[in-house]
Every structure is written in structure tokens, then in C-alpha cells.
């Protein structure tokens, strides 16, 4: 585990009492919690886009061209994507749900990480990767039924069984619109929120890297967790540029702490 020294130390404190006293805390997370769950970020110094060009691998107007490009870097990172297992980020921000000291996650990720780390209020504002839809008819298949075509078809892109146009994840591309109601319920919520924790986001893509400003606007307060620089930073209450997977779990044990202090002081 990353050791922190005392600054950061006191920065967690500082956060924990932030959260406890909050009535309306949301979580914001970015591809940066999963990196340590061995899925690769995207801008990060081994992130996705330094391999795969965005506007050629992750951009509707290229996968309408050549539908095969996507299937092709899908291919790479799907099997760390479809694998992969919650970790102590994922599992810390479940807890806090548990403690009902967050009211939900809004997510950039598609992983479905927090859902399998017990996460219940989860908006995935980018889609996710269990449901695959066919561009021609719409018809909708699982992530089951899409593993056994690729393997019995073994050619990409996937087609439809119905009408043989390719088929697509349901995940956002640069050029798509984001789901409505994640979308607006995730703008509600940030207007809402007195206190925003924002963990592993470069908060570089429109329109989500935004979001946050909803929270300020309304006097809400910012903590940043990421391990490197935002373009919020200065705007945060509290930075602390470190790994999420060993700040998060730090921040529950602190809360856990003040409120057993706080349980034995109440019951003299
Ligand atoms: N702990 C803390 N920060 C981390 C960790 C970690 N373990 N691992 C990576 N990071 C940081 C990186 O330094 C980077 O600043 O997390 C951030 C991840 O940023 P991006 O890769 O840009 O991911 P994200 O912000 O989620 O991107 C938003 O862009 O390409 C689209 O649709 C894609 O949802 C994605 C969106």
C-alpha cells in the first residue's frame, strides 16, 4: 500500500468529517478506481488511447464505417473487462452506500464493478457492457450469448442472427448521446449533492467532467481523489493524489472510527 504521509493523513480525516456531517453525498467515479482491478484507464501513462486512437477505435462515426476496428480492441481489453474483480476502491464506496453516508455512484465506467462490489443506486452514465445490440433490427443479446457467437463464429465484428448487421455494446462512443435518465438524474443529483467525491477521472469528457460544477454552483464542496492534477483541483476542498484503492478503504476505517467515538460518547 502506498504510504501516506501525514498531510494526506490529515486530509482523510478531514474528508471523513466532511462525508459524516454531509446529507447528500454522491460519488462520481472514473476508469482510474478500476486500474487496480487490472482494467486499463484511458489517459492514464498506459491508458487505452495511447494504444487504440479514440477518433478511429471509440467514436460512433468510425464504428458505423468499420464496425471490425472496435470488435478489434474490444478483443484486447474485454477479457480484463469481462474478468475483472472489484477492489478495495470499489468495496469501500459499496460501504459507505451500507453506512448511508453516499446517496449513489455515478459512474463513467463500464465494468459493472461497483455493482459487483454491493453497490446498490449505480448510474452508469456510459453504458455498460452486459447487453449487446444489433444495428439493423435491434435485436438485444447478453454478454452469454455474444461470448458463444464470437467463439462458434470466431469473425468480427458479431453479427445479428436475425438480420446480419453488426452488433454493438451497449456502451457510449464519443458522438453518442449519454441514457436520459442517467443523464439527468446524475445532473439532479450533483445539484443536490453538499458534498461530491470525485474518485479516479481525469474529468477531461464532456459532459460528465462538468457534472461537478452543478455541485459548486449550489454551494456544494468538492473532494478530489485521483493521482494526477484535475482541471477542478483548485476549486476542491480537499486533494489528495493518491492510489483510490488505498484512500477509500482509509476514509471508511476513519468514518467507522468517529462514529464508534461518537456511539461511546453518546452511551456514558
Ligand atoms: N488511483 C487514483 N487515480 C488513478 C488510478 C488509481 N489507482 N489509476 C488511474 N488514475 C487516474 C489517472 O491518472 C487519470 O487521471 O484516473 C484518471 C483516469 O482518467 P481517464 O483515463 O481519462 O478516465 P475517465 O476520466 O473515466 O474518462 C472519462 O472518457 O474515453 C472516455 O468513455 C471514456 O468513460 C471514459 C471517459
Request: charged share 25%; proline share 6%.
Amino acid at each position: 500500500m502506498d504510504a501516506l504521509d501525514s498531510t494526506e493523513r490529515e486530509r482523510i480525516s478531514k474528508v471523513a468529517e466532511l462525508l459524516i456531517n454531509s446529507k447528500n453525498a454522491v460519488v462520481l467515479t472514473g476508469a482510474g478506481i478500476s486500474t487496480e482491478s487490472g482494467i486499463p484507464d484511458f489517459r492514464g501513462e498506459s491508458g487505452i488511447w495511447e494504444k487504440y486512437k479514440p477518433e478511429i477505435y471509440g467514436s460512433i462515426q468510425s464504428f458505423l464505417k468499420d464496425p471490425s476496428k472496435f470488435w478489434k480492441m474490444a478483443e484486447d481489453i474485454a477479457p480484463n473487462l469481462f474478468n475483472a474483480k472489484p477492489n478495495p476502491g470499489h468495496l469501500a464506496i459499496a460501504a459507505l452506500e451500507k453506512m448511508n453516508i453516499i446517496k449513489a455512484v455515478i459512474t463513467q465506467n463500464v465494468d459493472e464493478l461497483h455493482h459487483k462490489a454491493g453497490s446498490i443506486i449505480v448510474y452508469e452514465v456510459h453504458g455498460n457492457i452486459n447487453r449487446f445490440t444489433c444495428l439493423g433490427c435491434r435485436a438485444s443479446y447478453n454478454k452469454e450469448q455474444l461470448l458463444r457467437k464470437i467463439k462458434k463464429e470466431k469473425n468480427l465484428p458479431p453479427v445479428c442472427d436475425y438480420c446480419a448487421a453488426p452488433l454493438k455494446p451497449s456502451v457510449v462512443l464519443f458522438g453518442e448521446n449519454l441514457p436520459n435518465f442517467e443523464k439527468y438524474m446524475s445532473i439532479d443529483l450533483a445539484k443536490k449533492s453538499d458534498v461530491m467525491l470525485i474518485a479516479g477521472s481525469s474529468l477531461t469528457v464532456a459532459p460528465i467532467c462538468d457534472l461537478p460544477l452543478n455541485t459548486l454552483s449550489e454551494g456544494g464542496k468538492l473532494i478530489i481523489i485521483n493521482d494526477e492534477p484535475t482541471y477542478l483541483d483548485e476549486r476542491a476542498e480537499i486533494v489528495i493524489n493518491q492510489k483510490t484503492g488505498t484512500v477509500l478503504p482509509l476514509i471508511v476505517e476513519e468514518i467507522k472510527k468517529i462514529k464508534a467515538k461518537y456511539e461511546s460518547k453518546t452511551q456514558n
